[in-house]
């Protein structure tokens, strides 16, 4: 999927008013977001927006990203709570290629369903429709029991 890649330092999203910090940029088309940490409820507000937020492996690898670069990352869908490592690739300006290894925040297999559903409520709609054919009663008996982020 297109779209934009924030990359930022430590405690990214801090300060940040709640649900806009995570809404905003994915309606901005900011599908990813690379940092050394980031603040926790900005984190998991971002994780039900169904943004994808890594953290560096190396911290010095921040340096590695420019403005002007295009970036790709591949295995998304074998994304695992138990392997979170994610290689993502910096084409330069140049032609020329850098590899960085991130780590993924998805640390649920809950977080990874919300993921690629695209955010949690496209999750509950497919939840409500598919498995209690939108029983509303028998989905809200589920969502009360279910381990949420």
């Known amino acids: 999927t297109n779209g934009s890649v924030m990359v930022g330092g430590k405690l990214?999203?801090?300060?940040?008013?709640?649900?806009?910090a995570a809404f905003?940029?994915?309606?901005?088309?900011v599908r990813v977001a690379i940092a050394e940490?980031?603040?926790?409820?900005?984190?998991?507000?971002?994780?039900?927006?169904?943004?994808?937020?890594?953290?560096?492996?190396?911290?010095?690898?921040?340096?590695?990203?420019?403005?002007d670069d295009l970036i790709s990352i591949s295995g998304l869908d074998k994304l695992d709570v138990d392997n979170r490592d994610v290689e993502?690739?910096?084409?330069?300006k140049?032609?020329?290629?850098?590899i960085v290894i991130c780590e993924h925040v998805l640390d649920t297999p809950y977080k990874i369903e919300v993921f690629r559903a695209g955010s949690e409520p496209n999750l509950f709609?497919?939840?409500?429709?598919?498995?209690?054919?939108?029983?509303?009663?028998?989905?809200?008996?589920?969502?009360?029991?279910k381990n949420r982020l």
Do not use: C, T
């Open 125 to 145: 709609k497919k939840i409500l429709i598919d498995q209690f054919k939108g029983d509303v009663s028998a989905f809200m008996k589920w969502f009360e029991e």
């Open 88 to 92: 993502v690739k910096i084409k330069k």
């Open 24 to 29: 905003i940029p994915r309606h901005l088309r």
């Open 37 to 67: 940490s980031f603040a926790p409820i900005h984190r998991e507000n971002a994780i039900e927006q169904g943004l994808f937020y890594m953290i560096y492996k190396n911290p010095s690898d921040r340096s590695k990203f420019d403005r």
């Open 12 to 20: 990214f999203g801090s300060g940040s008013s709640r649900e806009a």
């Open 94 to 98: 140049d032609g020329s290629e850098v």
